[in-house]
T-cell receptor, first 115, second 111 residues
Framework: DVKVTQSSRYLVKRTGEKVFLECVQD?????MFWYRQDPGLGLRLIYF???????EKGDIPEGYSVSREKKERFSLILESASTNQTSMYLC??????????????FGPGTRLLVL | QKEVEQNSGPLSVPEGAIASLNCTYS??????FFWYRQYSGKSPELIMS????GDKEDGRFTAQLNKASQYVSLLIRDSQPSDSATYLC???????????FGAGTTVTVRA
């Protein structure tokens, strides 16, 4: 079974704090993704990584950065948290497909509240 | 931006009925198609993947793909209250790493 774990299920931070969200997968997947999910807006891709030390911006990268120093770990960093970053954050991983994207497996999510 | 549109919900069906979910996509080069189920407060989990035109059945779930019409659907037969969830359609293009997700359709199965 593919397992994707996230460091926290719930997190409360203050405006201006630096926030680290960690994601670890145990299936040797090449690709890892960070999404946020908000009511009425669906899943929105923040950043993704297709290899160690490689990263690409998704649809809403502003205010976020990422780090992938090891294949199994992908971190999302909120440099200076703001209230509009209150959201559910979902990490996912997938193997590298031969012809196109393969199934993404999601972690349990981190519900972040910024006060 | 590749667009994925799902029929707006919520969709309410009686227990035992068929729930029909529809999804259209804008990128004609799309190659891989997925249906995820997401319970309230939980993360999405994969139900079905489909890559070729036609039908694919897995238990009470059937995915149907028509690339010419750029249309993929999910049928849930003999709907159960445990099927009450939001269903996400996801589409991937050739040579791409990422998926494009629809906004989801919420299904409620009435006992």
């Amino acid at each position: 079974d593919v397992k994707v774990t996230q460091s926290s299920r719930y997190l409360v931070k203050r405006t201006g704090e630096k926030v680290f969200l960690e994601c670890v997968q145990d299936m040797d997947h090449e690709n890892m993704f960070w999404y946020r999910q908000d009511p009425g807006l669906g899943l929105r891709l923040i950043y993704f990584s297709y290899d160690v030390k490689m990263k690409e911006k998704g649809d809403i990268p502003e205010g976020y950065s990422v780090s992938r120093e090891k294949k199994e770990r992908f971190s999302l960093i909120l440099e200076s948290a703001s209230t509009n970053q209150t959201s559910m954050y979902l990490c996912a991983s997938s193997p590298r497909g031969l012809a196109g994207p393969e199934t993404q497996y999601f972690g349990p999510g981190t519900r972040l509240l910024v006060l | 931006q590749k667009e994925v549109e799902q029929n707006s919900g919520p969709l309410s069906v009686p227990e035992g009925a068929i729930a029909s979910l529809n999804c259209t996509y804008s990128d004609r080069g799309s190659q891989s198609f997925f249906w995820y189920r997401q319970y309230s407060g939980k993360s999405p989990e994969l139900i079905m993947s489909i890559y070729s035109n036609g039908d694919k059945e897995d238990g009470r779930f059937t995915a149907q793909l028509n690339k010419a019409s750029q249309y993929v659907s999910l049928l849930i037969r003999d709907s159960q209250p445990s099927d009450s969830a939001t269903y996400l359609c996801a589409v991937g293009g050739e040579g791409d790493y990422k998926l494009s997700f629809g906004a989801g359709t919420t299904v409620t199965v009435r006992a």
